[in-house]
Antibody
Framework: QLQLQESGPGVVKSTETLSLICSVS??????????WTWIRQTPGKGVEWIGD?????????NPTLKSRVTISVDTSKSQNQFSLKVRSVTAADTAVYYC??????????WGQGTLVTVSS | DIQMTQSPSSLSASVGDRVTISCRTN??????LNWYQQKVGKVPKVMIY???TLQSGVPSRFSGSGSGTDFTLTITSLQPEDFASYYC?????????FGQGTKLDIK
């Protein structure tokens, strides 16, 4: 059964880069037909899709974030992970960040989520 | 972007009630509409995908309907474990978007 787990700093300073990793178990990113997704949630803006990556490296980004976001995948022998970087963060980037698997058109499963707070 | 509007934003109901939650989009999403349940402090979980297909393990008291721009999530005979927030999500076009959520609580 596919499981995802986010990891990374819980606090990032304003103007710096937020970096998160999603570790996948129960399946291999490299031989899956799934897309691998980052989503964030805030009380104010609700649930926001950040972007997807396929194991080939093909990415799709939300245009509102595209200029600041990079999603990449690491399928090397010892890794089965994908990552998120958000550059030049502000308080508006404070959110719970989830990684998820996109099977065709819906997100399932999701990781447990990780709260990232942008500090000044 | 495709805009999603859910109504109501909050809803109070009793165990055993039948409730409906509406999701409207500002352009057609065909049948590419999914519903998620999120309990407090928990992860969103897909309940229904492609308008009306129940995810494995989801009780049959949940159902979805609609097409184009108007969609409905119906829960018949509410159970205590159903009190949660519900979100619709379109997967017709990038960027994928979510509704603002409907919080269902106990009356």
């Amino acid at each position: 059964q596919l499981q995802l787990q986010e990891s990374g700093p819980g606090v990032v300073k304003s103007t710096e880069t937020l970096s998160l990793i999603c570790s996948v178990s129960g399946g291999y990113i490299s031989n899956s037909y799934n897309y691998w997704t980052w989503i964030r949630q805030t009380p104010g803006k609700g649930v926001e899709w950040i972007g997807d990556i396929y194991h080939s490296g093909t990415t799709y980004y939300n245009p509102t974030l595209k200029s600041r976001v990079t999603i990449s995948v690491d399928t090397s022998k010892s890794q089965n992970q994908f990552s998120l970087k958000v550059r030049s963060v502000t308080a508006a980037d404070t959110a719970v960040y989830y990684c998820a698997s996109r099977s065709i058109h819906w997100f399932d499963p999701w990781g447990q989520g990780t709260l990232v707070t942008v500090s000044s | 972007d495709i805009q999603m509007t859910q109504s109501p934003s909050s809803l109070s109901a009793s165990v055993g009630d039948r409730v409906t939650i509406s999701c409207r989009t500002n352009q057609s999403v065909s049948m590419n509409l999914n519903w998620y349940q999120q309990k407090v402090g928990k992860v969103p979980k897909v309940m229904i995908y492609s308008v009306s297909t129940l995810q494995s393990g989801v009780p049959s008291r949940f159902s979805g309907s609609g097409s184009g721009t108007d969609f409905t999530l119906t829960i018949t005979s509410l159970q205590p474990e159903d009190f949660a927030s519900y979100y619709c999500q379109q997967s017709y076009a990038f960027p994928y978007t979510f509704g603002q959520g409907t919080k269902l609580d106990i009356k």
